[in-house]
C-alpha cells in the first residue's frame, strides 16, 4: 500500500489520501480511514493545500 510508504510525512500522506478516496468505494474508503486511525495518524480530515 502506496500509504504505508508515505506515512511519514503528513502532508504527502494527506495528498496520497484524497487521492485515494477518489478512485475507492465507499467500503475501502472505511477501510481506509480504520488504517489510518490504527496507524494513530491524524490528517485531520481536510484537503490538502497545494504550497
Known amino acids: ?3 504505508e ?3 511519514f ?3 504527502l500522506l ?3 489520501y ?3 478516496k477518489q ?3 465507499e467500503t475501502e474508503v472505511r477501510e481506509l ?6 496507524q494513530r495518524t ?3 480530515g481536510q484537503k490538502p493545500t497545494c504550497p
Open 5 to 7: 510508504k508515505v506515512s
Open 23 to 25: 478512485v475507492l468505494r
Open 42 to 44: 491524524d490528517i485531520s
Open 14 to 16: 494527506q495528498k496520497e
Open 33 to 38: 480511514d480504520y488504517w489510518l486511525e490504527k
Open 18 to 20: 484524497w487521492k485515494a
Open 9 to 11: 510525512d503528513k502532508h
Open 1 to 3: 500500500m502506496i500509504l
